[in-house]
């Protein structure tokens, strides 16, 4: 291989299909063997012509590698990432991620840029969505259940795809949950807290991880020699390729970092990257965006000036090399055009969507059992709100190969759930609500808005008094609020958690009306519900739920199926309240934790684990197989969860631990452990944890390394992180100190 067919090859170019100019500018690079990989092409038929130009007409006829953000589907959508995590069901995420990976590997895509496994505390950040939300443990579990979904048995694996994790490392953590802002985080919350979902995809096999656009303490994410190859290759043992965010090679000088190009490719390679994601287009003020090459394009001269060594290229080009192998692209670089019509969103994979977005599903308050709905009692049902009948609202971001048509909405749902005995009448009461800054994807995600001559016709006052009037005639209100597809997602970070445009005001008239009012929200993090909770009898979040979502909410509303997911965060009264974690540190004062704002209590208003479902679950007989063990010994733990309901129900046992003193001071509990289980009505069953060494190990900024104390350990199990179920252990050493010699990591 030239030096310049090197760079080529760990050079990615998106490839715009509707931008004529960028797109042969791109072809133009795959003749000359200047590109490797390209991204952002679902349709087979382009995926093949252009896996023909190279492999016919390049010199050395090296495939293409096609990379796609399949985040929660492809063309069946899934709810979105944090919703699934609020299935806290990691083999339900494992399954719904292998059908995403079926149905990309059948139009020719062979790598997904996700699972994202940023841990997210700020739920301004419009990414929140992407992720698991803010636990480590959780993420992890999640993490590794995505890349198992995605790769299969590994790569190569027939019917799937490579896993990339994202973004590394600590793109959640952005000032004021603003995105693509500064981060600074220390190291006590890079390893403990942001770390472990990447290790955890790293163990479970990801072929790729892609970096942050973002960089902490003033070095940018693609340039993070330390992060890249000391604590991501060295520490974690990552054998793949790394793969920098869109554009953010050459944006190292953008943030004032590189001086030029050149010296972004050289500083980013020798930190340790090995592709460059590119758009293929340069930016320049005031000018019409031209095709160019990327930063890595200056790669061979890098070498020839001597400031890149090039075995480092030839390593970052044997990485991509050896995944097109094992992939099997060099047999078999083309796809088999006919495939996508046999596996695009099957009956099996819808079926699957819908289970996943039932299970996915947060049921927060249930007064007077209001839910389930109760078809002998409920004759007349009011939808209202402007998102029960919004199809991108039902699918959320991050869907870009969907079929929109053959979306379920939350209307649909209940009309076809509800029976011929009981009325569906709806109305939108307020048009939905919009961004002040249009999302710069909109146009990507077909996120056109209605442009119906209806919705330029939407008279707002007379469809709010239509509304108010259907709530005061109907039985009950299905009252569906949140925020558009494009409110959450990148470039899609918020100030407040209010519900947008004017859904309180709605909210509160449909309530004066007393008619009960069951609130879903349909939203990608939490919104602030101090004006919502007193006057509705139910609140189910129900996020942004995919392809058969309206379907899904309409049967737990019925009760076909009693919701079982819990909060994957921890749900803040207000804004001003954020960052808000269960997992914080007693720090001084605990006894006043609660109320350290003056005019509001500092607690969330529903805890991380939080969720109801239909009936009463109970936790007792917690035992712990010994009171006392060794530094390196695993805990057994066992608990009696029981069904006190009459009917069969999924409850989420959670298993949360507390240190009580050692090298560091650790968080007020941390979770550990957790099982999803069935229980039929009156089970009760006995739950087995084990809590071995590692999920004691912690990073101690004192001792600059991972430690294990001796030390007193809390232990509580129940359905949510504030659980009271309690007992304790201690962990001794020979000597029975934490301080002594032989207590070394
Ligand atoms: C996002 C990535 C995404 C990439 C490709 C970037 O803007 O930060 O998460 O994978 O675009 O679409």
Known sequence: MTLEEKAGQISQYFYLAGMSAQAEFVEAEVRSGRAGSLLFISDPAETNRLQRIAVEESRLGIPLLFGFDVIHGLRTIFPVPLGLAASWDPELVERVQGIAAREARAVGIHWAFAPMVDIARDPRWGRIVEGAGEDPYLGSQMAAAQVRGFQGDGIGTPDHIVAGPKHFLGYGAALGGRDYDEVN??????????????????????????????????????????????????????????????????????????????????????????????????????????????????????????????????????????????????????????????????????????????????????????????????????????????????????????????????????????????????????????????????????????????????????EFSRAIELARTSDVVVLVLGEAADMNGEAASRSTLDLPGRQVELLEAVAATDTPVVLVLLSGRPLDLRRAIERTAAILVAWHPGSEGGLAVARVLFGEVAPGGKLPFSWPRSVGQVPLIYSHLRSHQPQTSMMRYWEEESTPLYPFGFGLTYGEVAYTNLCLHASAIGLDETLEIQVEVQNRSSRAIEEVAQLYLHQRYGRAARPVRELKAFQRVVLESGETRTLHFQLDAAARRYWSSAQNTSVLDASIFDVWVGGVSTASLHAEFTVQDSTGSFLSPTNKP
């Open 185 to 462: 985080l220390s190291e006590n919350e890079l390893r403990n807290v942001y770390l472990p979902p990447f290790a955890a995809a790293v163990k479970a096999g990801a072929g790729n991880i892609m970096t942050s656009y973002v960089g902490t303490g003033g070095v940018p994410g693609a340039a993070d020699r330390r992060l890249i190859t000391d604590v991501l290759r060295g520490e974690l043992g990552f054998e793949g390729f790394i793969v920098s965010d869109a554009s953010s090679v050459v944006d190292l000088t953008t943030h004032g970092f590189a001086k030029d190009d050149l010296d972004a490719a050289t500083r980013a390679i020798r930190a340790g990257l090995d592709m460059e994601m590119w758009f293929g287009l340069r930016f320049q003020e005031g000018m019409i965006p031209t095709p160019g090459v990327g930063a890595f394009a200056t790669l061979p001269d890098a070498i020839r000036q001597g400031l890149v060594d090039e075995q480092r290229l030839d390593e970052a080009v044997r990485r991509v090399l050896l995944l097109k192998f094992r992939l099997g692209l060099f047999e078999q670089p083309y796809v088999d055009e006919g495939r996508a019509a046999k596996t695009l969103g099957l009956p099996e994979h819808r079926e699957m969507a819908r289970i996943a977005a039932e299970r996915s599903a947060v049921l927060l308050r249930n007064i007077g059992s209001v839910l389930p709905l109760d078809r002998s009692a409920v004759r007349s049902i009011a939808v209202i709100g402007p998102l029960a009948d919004d199809k991108q609202a039902t699918l959320g971001p991050w869907a870009f190969a969907h079929d929109l048509e053959a979306t379920v909405t939350l209307l649909e749902g209940m009309q076809r759930v509800a029976g011929s005995g009981v009325t569906v009448a709806y109305a939108p009461g307020v048009p939905v609500p919009t961004r002040v800054f249009p999302s710069p994807f909109a146009a990507m995600e077909q996120f056109v808005g209605d442009t119906s001559p209806q919705a330029a016709l939407f008279d707002e006052e007379a």
